[in-house]
Nanobody, 128 residues
Framework: QLQLVESGGGLVQPGGSLRLSCSAS????????IGWFRQAPGKEREGVSC?????????NYADSVKGRFTISRDNAKNTVYLQMNQLKPEDTAVYYC????????????????????WGQGTQVTVSS
C-alpha cells in the first residue's frame, strides 16, 4: 500500500481559500488515480474530487464543490493538490486523499471502495 500524506488544512473564514496537498514519499503517484474525500462529524464520507493517472486528463467533482474546487497533479513533485476557493461552513470536514491503480489509464472514479490506500486526513474548518 502507498503511504499518503495530506497537508494544508486549517481554519479559514467563509469565502476564503485553502490548498490541500497529497504526497507520497516512496511511490510514484503518477501511476495512480487519486481521489479526495471528506467526512464531517456525524456524516458519511463523501467523494469530493478525483484525477486520473499520468497526465490527469480526467477529473471529476462532487456537485457541491463544482466551480469552487480544482484538483491537479504535479508529477515532478509527486504531489496532487486540491485548491479550494469560496469555502463555506458546510465544507468543514476531515479531508482524505486516496489512491488506486486504475484498470484503464486516463480514468478516475469517486467510488471509495475502489481506493486501496488512504492518508490520515487533514482538518479543514470554515468558520467566522
Amino acid at each position: 500500500q502507498l503511504q499518503l500524506v495530506e497537508s494544508g488544512g486549517g481554519l479559514v473564514q467563509p469565502g476564503g481559500s485553502l490548498r490541500l496537498s497529497c504526497s507520497a514519499s516512496r511511490f510514484i503517484l503518477e501511476d495512480y488515480s487519486i481521489g479526495w474525500f471528506r467526512q464531517a462529524p456525524g456524516k458519511e464520507r463523501e467523494g469530493v474530487s478525483c484525477i486520473s493517472d499520468r497526465d490527469g486528463r480526467m477529473t471529476n467533482y462532487a456537485d457541491s464543490v463544482k466551480g469552487r474546487f480544482t484538483i491537479s497533479r504535479d508529477n515532478a513533485k509527486n504531489t496532487v493538490y486540491l485548491q479550494m476557493n469560496q469555502l463555506k461552513p458546510e465544507d468543514t470536514a476531515v479531508y482524505y486523499c486516496a489512491s488506486y491503480w486504475p484498470a484503464f489509464s486516463g480514468v478516475c472514479m469517486m467510488t471509495a471502495g475502489r481506493y486501496s490506500s488512504w492518508g490520515q486526513g487533514t482538518q479543514v474548518t470554515v468558520s467566522s
